[in-house]
């Protein structure tokens, strides 16, 4: 399993980004997804899941309505894009796939991380 995120970058509050995740290794539309992101000197917080196959969405309460997941079955890529940043939303994001379950903080594969800064 591999997964490979892009996208991150700084960006000012009330700007938007949107982060891409390219998945290999692994049957991409059978698996359950999601971002999970670090601020600094924090605990891992999940932000948003989705199921591959069928499209359900879930976000934490900190980004719903501001962040949306989505995905491209045809290329393997899973997205999050993020309107409305805020200096909060200031972490590394970390792509994550699991076979069997909704992605939380405990998933079975992790990509490497994109670092997003929210700063004036």
């Known amino acids: 399993v591999q997964l490979v995120e892009s996208g991150g970058g700084l960006v000012q509050p009330g700007g938007s980004l949107t982060l891409s995740c390219a998945a290999s290794?692994?049957?991409?539309?059978?698996?359950?997804m999601g971002w999970v992101r670090q601020a600094p000197r924090k605990a891992l917080e999940w932000v948003s899941s989705?199921?591959?196959?069928?499209?359900?969405?879930y976000y934490a309460d900190s980004v719903q309505g501001r962040f949306t997941i989505s995905k491209d079955n045809a290329k393997n890529t899973l997205y999050l894009q993020m309107n409305s940043l805020k200096p909060e939303d200031t972490a590394v994001y970390y792509c994550?796939?699991?076979?069997?379950?909704?992605?939380?903080?405990?998933?079975?594969?992790w990509g490497h991380g994109t670092q997003v800064t929210v700063s004036s």
């Open positions: 994550a796939a699991d076979p069997n379950r909704w992605v939380t903080t405990t998933p079975d594969y």
């Open positions: 989705i199921y591959i196959g069928g499209g359900g969405t």
């Open positions: 290794g692994f049957p991409f539309s059978s698996y359950y």
